[in-house]
């Protein structure tokens, strides 16, 4: 099993700033990508930012404001998210693409999602 736990969400005010962070832990062999997506209400799911060993990815609406970033911790992504507008509000998800110990498979797997709300 592999598990990945988001924190950092919250309420901001419009041009705020938050940071989100995921930590995979569980019966991992190796990580080929952690990622962040979002969902707002009556949307879809979009990609907000991607990092691997190829080097990282961010939607056009994110660039410059927003940057995905491994931390010390091992297995953990950072997400710090400047300028905030009221459009990101969304419940953002990790992501990550993981070799598991257990299935001997690469698989994608997913976190229960924070709440990130900009509104003053």
């Known amino acids: 099993q592999v598990q990945l736990v988001e924190s950092g969400g919250g309420l901001v005010q419009p041009g705020g700033s938050l940071r989100l962070s995921c930590a995979a832990s569980?019966?991992?062999?190796?990580?080929?990508?952690m990622g962040w997506y979002r969902q707002a209400p009556g949307k879809q799911r979009e990609l907000v930012a991607q990092?691997?060993?190829?080097?990282?990815e961010y939607a056009d609406f994110v660039k410059g404001r927003f940057t995905i970033s491994p931390v010390t911790v091992q297995n953990t992504v950072a997400l710090q998210m400047n300028s905030l507008k009221p459009e990101d509000t969304a419940v953002y998800y990790c992501t990550a693409r993981v070799l598991s110990h257990t299935t001997s498979q690469i698989d994608d797997y997913w976190g229960q999602g924070t709440q990130v709300t900009v509104s003053s």
């Open positions: 990092i691997s060993n190829s080097g990282t």
């Open positions: 569980g019966s991992i062999l190796g990580i080929y990508a």
